[in-house]
């Protein structure tokens, strides 16, 4: 394997233009951003503005210019006039000074300068930014994305709610500052199985007549809950015991407790780089560019076209060689761990009890009201699932934080993954979409095949609703197909075909749903 020496890499996927040197370490990093006179940021005025400082920021870094033996860029996702302009320096220096190109996905080089400036090893990455909101996790070859935003990145939500309180760009720090003097009001909570959605919450606080401290704290827990919500559940989904936090939103002090606190409560580790690190910069594509180059991944440059829409799990990481352990990634929620990311599950007498604990990172009154909602609508809707032919537990006892119902003997789908069992899951998805209910955290590991008989028992209907809009129950199926895509990628399109042929045959809608699926898979997240 060959061993690189300085690598420039330069980052301008949208605000923050910025270059860095790095060889074994960071030598030098300097940044020249772009900031709004109002409002919010203007793609060609980036662009424009990138354009007229690279020339000083490259001559700013190289002072040597024969020891560069790389130059690595963001080839996105991005804003395309940004990533244009950033690509074709990149493009001239890699020519001018015969090295190596390397393209460098945005979201991964964020993870990568994590991982290195805190030593973690196989962690479950929270990152949040402007454009983006994803939880990541390595498994088979790839980074996988477990969970995202279905509409806008927090970063851009946070700074949509400023702009309309006229508080200048970037607003996160102004809420932050205004939060600490605030105190809980209630507002939308959108989580959707592994994503979550900000528009609901953005318009809500936007519209709220509390004293401005109280929503921007409100604003805050409550985004801030759901992030760290999806970040657990894709820990206990993959059994993974470390958390890294990377992104611009990242330097919250809040959301950095509310992770930490998290953290402990499972008996993980929880890791956050330093501020240079943690926003938008060139070190961070220079890093992962000598990663790339050095495990032989350069990019000729003719074929170095920018991807405004280049997704995490498009990338072969050649630079990671650690093997997954059978069993280690993808556990049993149900049966053999005794505590998930939402309840404690606890046997006894043939009989399963469903508690859920208080969580300890969320605000209380949040916390109560998530709890006391998510029980009621629990039982209810196993019910009326039930009802409407839907094989599911049979409940015997109801509180306030707990459910009583009958254990369901079998394995999960997650540790039987297969086109019969899938098409059978298609089935029952089918009923379940027919009596009008939608899920709400539709993975593997809430559906297991019954020993007796081999039907599909649909579980935890902690964050099930009824509906019966296509949006809603296109998003059931996304989430179930996400979990396809990151517990077995070489087996995703057999295994949804295999769903939507079980679907179809128990739902007469069931075509709009998975073409809305489909429009849902390919919505632009990053603009």
Known sequence: MPVFGQILGIEGTAWNLSAALFDRDLISLVSRPYRPAQGGIHPREAAQHHASMMKDLIASIIQEPEKI???????????????????TAARSLALALEVPLAGVNHCIAHVEIGRFA????????????????????????????????????????????????NFPHPGGPIIETQAKHGHYIELPYT????DLAFSGLVSAAQASTEKLPDVCFSLQETAFAMCVEVTERAMSLTGKDE?????????????????????????????????????????????????????????????????PA??????DVTWKHESVRPGRHIQSEYHSRKKGAEAVIIFRNDKVEKYRPPKLYRVSALDKRLIAERTRAEARLIAA????????????????????????????????????????????????????????????????LREKDGIC?????????????????????????????????????????????????????????????????LRGRYL
Not at 69 to 87: M, N
Not at 191 to 194: A, D, L, R, W
Not at 422 to 440: E, F, M, R, T
């Open 69 to 87: 033996t790389g130059i690595a860029f963001s080839q996105g996702p991005g804003l395309g006039p940004c990533l244009r302009t950033v690509a």
């Open 118 to 165: 805190t030593g973690c090893h196989d962690p479950i990455v929270l990152y949040a930014s402007g454009a983006n909101t994803q939880v990541i996790g390595y498994l088979n070859g790839r980074y996988r994305i477990f969970g995202e935003t279905l509409d806008i990145g927090i970063g851009n939500a946070l700074d949509k709610f400023a702009r309309s309180k």
């Open 191 to 194: 989580v959707k199985g592994m």
């Open 243 to 307: 958390v890294l936090l990377v992104g611009g939103v990242g330097a919250n002090q809040r959301l950095q407790e509310m992770l930490r606190v998290m953290c402990e409560t499972r008996e993980a580790k929880f890791y956050v780089p330093e501020q240079k690190y943690l926003g938008d910069n060139g070190a961070m594509i220079a890093y992962t560019g000598k990663l790339m180059l050095e495990s032989g991944s350069s990019i000729p440059v003719e074929y170095s076209q920018i991807k």
């Open 310 to 315: 280049f997704r995490v799990d498009e990338v």
């Open 385 to 448: 699932a039930r009802k409407g032919g839907v094989p599911t537990p049979v409940m015997s006892d109801i509180a306030s934080d707990t459910i009583v119902m009958e254990e369901i003997k079998g394995k999960l789908l997650t540790e039987n993954l297969n086109e019969e069992a899938v098409y059978k899951s298609g089935q029952v998805i089918g009923k379940l979409h027919a009596a009008g209910i939608v899920h709400g955290d539709l993975t593997t590991s809430n559906i297991i």
């Open 457 to 521: 028992v649909l579980i935890d209907f902690g964050l099930a609703q009824v509906s019966s809009e296509i949006e809603q129950r296109g998003v059931d199926v996304h989430v179930l197909f996400q979990t396809f895509e990151s517990t077995a990628p070489e087996r995703a399109d057999t295994l949804k075909t295999a769903f939507a042929a079980g679907y179809r045959e128990t739902f007469v809608e069931a075509d709009k749903i998975i073409a809305r699926e489909h429009e849902i898979e």
